[in-house]
Nanobody, 124 residues
């Protein structure tokens, strides 16, 4: 089992920045690729970004490329989502997830463990 706890969400004005964190416990964190997803009200959960087990590779959905950055610190069992130039359309509950496949992936079904989510609200 891997337990994931997100933090760092909140209210921010458009154009601002937030950094989300996801602390992991349980099985060896560095064995897992990690991902960030989000779900806005009335919409399906969507992929945001993912990072390989080593942190050497990342992949992002096009709408956040150049604005969001996923990183990880395997020594601390934490991953981060740095979000810059935020837009109101980024408003959602953000979830981190762990994939035992170890390779970065955008597919929801590749993820075995999920956190409870943290709310991000971007105002005009």
């Amino acid at each position: 089992q891997v337990q994931l706890v997100e933090s760092g969400g909140g209210l921010v004005q458009a154009g601002g920045s937030l950094r989300l964190s996801c602390a992991a416990s349980g099985r060896t964190f560095s064995n897992y690729a990690m991902g960030w997803f989000r779900q806005a009200p009335g919409k399906e959960r969507e992929f945001v970004g993912s990072i390989s087990w080593s942190g050497g590779r990342t992949v992002y959905t096009n709408i956040v490329k150049g604005r969001f950055t996923v990183s990880r610190d395997n020594a601390k069992n934490i991953i981060y989502l740095q979000m810059n130039s935020l837009k109101p359309d980024d408003t959602a509950v953000y979830y981190c997830a762990a994939s035992s496949g170890a390779i970065e992936t955008a597919r929801t079904n590749d993820y075995n463990y999920w956190g409870q989510g943290t709310q991000v609200t971007v105002s005009f």
